[in-house]
């Protein structure tokens, strides 16, 4: 169950809302244990995330989205607002409750920062026991970013295949799921599950055929 919805004024019913939906998933499934992850904003009272384990959801996810601090509050105004500081706080009591891997982090791979950036981003995560899942950045019509320009194909190759190898390094993979978070298909972006079992390394990478969309053309 990919369970989110965005953030709630108040994010303590937020969480409380989760939890109840979580008991109603549990009973429903008749397990103690159920597979998520649930997605949502850092309660300003972290003592909550207790009753969101106790529903049996086994990931945790919160996601901050942008790592660098200008392009933080310039991109996510709103959790911004929350700041960084709870957000490293609701990880840090995510990952005493549901473990090593189960709790995460969810950056976007946007223009606003630079791979070097993200990556730092990534490993402060990965040294404190937090996964960190990627996605994508890709403007949406008509919204306040629908001008931003995404990261080009090779930028995007470089940073993941990077995130790979670390998910590899600091031993995030293989895990319990043998999938870099849930399912394959839980992922926004069929990559991260590439780039961490070692289908699309540095080795086997090559941009100046791999990108070259052009030679199927006729």
């Known amino acids: 169950f990919d369970l989110t919805g965005g953030t709630f004024k108040d994010r303590d019913k937020e969480c409380e809302k989760y939890a109840e939906i979580g008991n109603i998933i549990k009973s429903a499934l008749r397990k103690t244990r159920f597979s998520g992850p649930f997605s949502l904003s850092p309660p300003n009272n972290l003592s909550l995330l207790e009753r969101l384990f106790e529903t049996g959801v086994d990931v945790i996810s919160f996601n901050p989205d942008v790592w660098n601090d200008l392009a933080f509050s310039e991109i996510c105004p709103g959790k911004s607002r929350i700041g960084k500081r709870q957000y490293d706080e609701a990880l840090k009591v995510a990952l005493s409750l549901w ?21 730092e981003g990534i490993k ?9 899942n990627l996605t994508t950045f890709s403007p949406s ?13 090779n930028e995007l190759a470089e940073v993941y295949i990077n995130y790979g190898q670390l998910i590899r390094e600091y031993d995030f993979y293989p895990n319990a799921r043998n999938s870099i978070l849930t399912s394959e298909s839980s992922n926004r972006s069929s990559i991260s599950n590439e780039v961490a079992k070692g289908y699309l390394t540095r080795e086997n990478y090559d941009p100046h055929t791999d990108l070259n969309f052009g030679r199927w053309k006729t």
């Open 99 to 119: 473990g090593r891997g189960n709790a995460i982090a969810q950056f976007l791979v946007g223009p606003w920062e630079s791979n070097e950036s993200l990556l």
């Open 124 to 132: 402060y995560h990965l040294d404190k026991g937090i996964l960190v």
């Open 141 to 153: 019509p008509m919204s306040a970013l629908s001008r931003a320009k995404p990261k080009s194909l």
